[in-house]
């Protein structure tokens, strides 16, 4: 038994006393090595090893001043280092007889012998190694008939428990006979019983010998029970062998005899089936003659043999894949345009992509198609945009969800080595599609994981390349598969989650949301007859007024989706449904003075009200993974050193953009007809609301120079304008991204005129016609052209 593992090493010579003076240890102490599951008594010799940084530092300890150790069991096994508390109280006072150091690991090899018992009294700090102050317990030499009689019954048992023993010989018993001293007798024993290490350091802790002796013989009782009844048991289990030997015997004679007759009757019906299965399943060649291989090797296994079910299982997943290609109908592009018209409001551009993937392949079947992913935020339609390609297309359709896959075997598979083994989520896809030809819906691409099991989205990199899915290999499978004619479809919310290698392989569309008009046609075309018939009403039950729907989507909804107004109107229907529910002649016209009873107060206002015009505070916009944002900059100046203070909780970037805007205002003092010998007496503090929100970008930088110009101007920007766009320290308005987003949520809060950089204008096309009719848009080359706009009047001086 050791405290770490059971390795052995090479013998080594004593690591020998270091030439600088040892650190003295008190007379009355020992030093400690811990032990986790042995328990060594007083004349009896155990190995141990210590293993760990701290025992080994003892061990040293005790070889360099030739002294003994004091072996004590640790109450937690599980601790690493146990503290002085973590020790039980008595122990055992040792000699070592052997020490040995292991080469290799370096661990070292003990072979102790037990002397006498000692208590714990205090540890002993600052000596680099476990020490303690102790209280030896030598055993008592009394005796009375009371020890004698339980001495007597102690042999006698520990004889007959010897005589259970297998392969125990004689000499045991004989060296108990020769033990006069009946603690030792009682230690040596304990010593030599197979109980759990807490049951012997209850008994090296007993000191009475009475009841020491009393749980010893409590212990040798138990013990010859489990040996007799163990023996009784194996005798039970060695008949049971010998019969099951006798019947494998016969089995395989009678295999034998049916073999040389031409029959198989086991097995022979499973085999039958899935010998025609595979003679249905239109396998390659090489991969028939795999499963045929498999084939045989099952009907020459037995049934009750455990790999019997797992290469039936096996074998049906072979034969369930649709090896063969399925016939096609032709691509009809104007159905096509149909269906994509029907199902889906708005998305012009998107749907004329879909239409020119849908000619390409129409012309160029054996073609390599491009793999389409619909980016977009929530509640957009990119999944039914798969659905809609799939039903264009004519071919079965089948979602694959990766949000939250992070273990590489969900894509590849498990090998059948597995307890459970499966393939791999897009051969299970194929099975359940019926079809290697369908339309797969590869959900949520930017929510892949990476676990320690290895990396998904590496293994969608095979997948999605037409180069390399011709020869897909699932680990489960064992064989190729052909993906190239299955037509993938992707769909993410944000690029970023995207990795850089998986990226390159698709082509993005992005579907940034729908404006308050496509909305309400997107409502009123799908959602408010889908809600209808969930609720189970009718239009003669319940009727929603255009001027209600408008409400709902403008005060109740502030999304780019349309999934929280859905919701909504499923609400005002349910509401509904009660009414009917109890009055079937009820009949429900829902106008916007009820929307409050029904849905509670307005939950957006227009941002517009919220605003006063004072100076400093400008209204920028953002992009969200959920579509645009206003974005309020406040700006205010107090006495102080000339800092800048930046809350809100903005990331580097936002802050970086913060601290341009101030330098391009101080560079520009004059031309603004600011003082500026001021900025070493005050600071400014620039502060974005909603402080919950982590923001960040560079798209704020025009908006944080208005707002710190406006602040040291004393005069108040205009409340109906909002800027976006990066600024440079020349006073340059840079390009952003997400314009499409941000004019679309300027829309929805009131706002009349938006500031775009001059070099975002030709993103000005993907807004929606009805859109920019509403709006007014002011393209911005310089910071002066932005200050002009707001403020109304051009500062003179900067640069144009």
Known sequence: ????????????????????????????????????????????????????????????????????????????????????????????????????????????????????????????????????????????????????????????????????????????????????????????????????????????????????????????????????LSQEIGE?????????????????QLRTIQQELGENVENREEARKLAEAIDAAHMPPDVEAHARKELGRLERMPEASSEYSISVSYLEWLTELPWALAPEAPIDIARARQILDDAHFGLEKVKRRILEYLGVRKLNPQGKAPILCFLGPPGVGKTSLGQSIAQALARPFVRVSLGGVHDESEIRGHRRTYIGAMPGNIVQAIRKAGAR?????????????????????????????????????????????????????????????????????????????????????????????????ACGLTTAQCELSDEALRAIIRDYTREAGVRSLERQIGSVFRSVALRVAEDPATHERIEPDRLSSILGHHRFEREMAMRTSLPGVVTGLAWTPVGGELLFIEASSTPGGGRLVLTGQLGDVMKESAQAALTLVKSQCEALHIDCTGFDKRDIHVHVPAGAVPKDGPSAGVAIFSAIASLLMGRAVRSDCAVTGEISLRGVVLPVGGIKEKVLAALRAGIGTVLLPARNAPDLEDIPVDARNQLRFVLLETVSDALSELIGSKPSGIAD
């Not at 930017?446 to 020869?471: I, S």
């Open 236 to 252: 039970q289990t060695r008949g049971r062998i010998d019969q099951r030997q006798r019947e494998m015997m016969l089995r395989e």
């Open 437 to 533: 030809n369908c339309v797969m819906l590869l959900d949520e691409l930017d929510k892949l994981g990476h676990g320690v099991h290895g990396d998904p989205g590496a293994a969608m990199l095979e997948v999605l390349d037409p180069e390399q899915n011709a020869t897909f290999r699932d680990n489960y499978l064992g064989v190729p598969f052909d993906l190239s004619a299955v037509v993938f479809v992707a769909t993410a919310n944000q690029l970023e989650g995207i990795p850089g290698p998986l990226r390159d392989r698709l082509e993005i569309l992005d579907l940034p949301g729908y404006t308050e008009a496509e909305k309400f046609q997107i409502a009123r075309r799908f959602l408010v007859p889908r809600e209808l018939e």
């Open 1 to 228: 038994m050791s405290t770490d593992s059971d390795s052995v090493a090479p013998e080594t010579n004593p690591a020998s006393p270091e030439a600088a003076p040892l650190p003295a240890l008190p007379k009355d102490s020992l030093i400690l090595l811990p032990v986790r599951n042995a328990v060594l008594f007083p004349g009896m010799v155990l190995p141990l090893m210590a293993g760990r940084g701290q025992t080994k530092e003892d061990v040293q300890a005790a070889m360099k001043r030739q002294q003994p150790l004091g072996i004590v069991l640790q109450r937690d096994p599980q601790v690493q280092d146990p503290s002085f508390d973590g020790l039980n109280t008595i122990g055992t006072v040792a000699n070592v007889l052997r020490y040995i150091t292991s080469p290799e690991d370096g661990a070292h090899h003990l072979i102790c012998q037990g002397v006498e018992r000692f208590r714990l009294i205090a540890p002993v700090a600052g000596l680099g190694f476990r020490a303690a102050r102790v209280e030896l317990l030598p055993d008592t030499t009394l005796s009375d008939s009371a020890i004698d009689a339980r001495t007597l019954v102690l042999r006698q048992r520990a004889g007959e428990m010897i005589g259970l023993l297998p392969n125990a010989g004689g000499e045991l018993v004989r060296a108990l006979d020769a033990i006069e001293s009946p603690g030792l007798l009682a230690d040596t024993v304990a010593g030599l019983l197979e109980i759990p290490p807490g049951r012997k350091q209850e008994i090296l802790e007993t000191l009475d010998l009475c009841k020491r002796l009393d749980k010893v013989l409590d212990a040798v009782a138990g013990r010859i029970e489990v040996l007799r």
